[in-house]
């Protein structure tokens, strides 16, 4: 028997990565059907192929568009009718010093790491059964100072607030809402963090450097801990943070 037998799930971010981590592990721990998103829809059609199964669904759409999110509800109200699982996992990183953000960057980051999470969550209501598990995925990095973090750090500690304040919102229809913050993890996103390889190197020699346990995490150690903060193990866990982080918010 598995720990989400029946389940039905949303992953926003679900075409690489963390997200893909989590739907794959969904789905072996028994959940019904689970519905992935991503904006490029050639990444989403991969990881549909690589979960290899008729239980998932790829639904193209960017989570910081109106309507886009329209759409994806649309998708699952006609193919399921509720949800009891929603990972608002889909994310952007930005390492940019203080003197050279744009506006641009802002508004972007925002946009899709908390506008984003919002709406998502916001348009799910309808659907979202009694007994319902929100999982926000957040960053070690909203707790910690790191170089040139501070847009994305400021967007990850966001979600720490919208947790917290919508475990309490949602309480009367038992649905729990909690964090769950990565440190490093070994997936595409690192990419993204530095223009060039010689700095890219620099960087996340530095940014191991950090990490008590002396390593990157890997997209499965977060899965496990999804399907915890999923399932019934953590009944009685709401509005909490769970760091998922090698030590590295402890130091
Ligand atoms: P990846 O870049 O590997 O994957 C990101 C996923 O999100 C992709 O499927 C991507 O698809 C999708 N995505 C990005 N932007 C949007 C958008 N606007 N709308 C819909 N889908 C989108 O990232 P990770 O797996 O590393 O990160 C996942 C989450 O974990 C993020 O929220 C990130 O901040 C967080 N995190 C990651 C850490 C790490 O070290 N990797 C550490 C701490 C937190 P597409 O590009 O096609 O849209």
Not at 2 to 29: C, N, P, Y
């Amino acid at each position: 028997m598995g720990k989400l037998d029946g389940k039905i799930a949303l992953i926003t971010g679900g075409s690489e990565g963390i997200g893909l981590a989590i739907a794959q592990r969904f789905i072996v721990e028994g959940a019904e059907h689970v519905f992935i998103t991503g904006r490029r829809q050639e990444m989403l059609d991969e990881a549909v192929k690589r979960i290899d199964t008729a239980n998932v669904t790829g639904v193209q759409g960017d989570v910081s568009n109106m309507e886009d999110l329209d759409k994806l509800y649309h998708v699952i109200q006609k193919e399921k009718k509720r949800l009891d699982i929603v990972v608002a996992n889909a994310g952007i990183s930005l390492v940019a010093p203080l003197e050279l953000i744009t506006e641009k960057q802002f508004d972007d980051t925002f946009d899709i790491n908390v506008k984003g999470v919002l709406f998502t969550v916001q348009k799910a209501l309808p659907i979202l059964v009694d007994g319902a598990s929100i999982i926000l995925i957040g960053s070690v990095s909203s707790i910690k100072g790191h170089p040139s973090a501070s847009v994305y750090s400021a967007s990850k500690a966001a979600i720490r607030s919208f947790a917290r304040c919508w475990s309490v919102d949602l309480k009367q229809r038992n649905i729990r809402v909690n964090t769950l913050s990565p440190g490093t993890i070994k997936t595409g996103m690192l990419k993204y963090v530095a223009s060039s390889e010689s700095i890219k190197t620099t960087f996340i020699k530095d940014l191991i450097a950090t990490v008590p346990m002396n390593r990157f995490g890997t997209p499965d150690e977060v899965a496990t801990a999804a399907v915890f903060l999923a399932s019934d193990d953590s009944s009685y866990i709401t509005g909490i943070e769970l760091f998922m982080d090698g030590g590295r918010g402890q130091i």
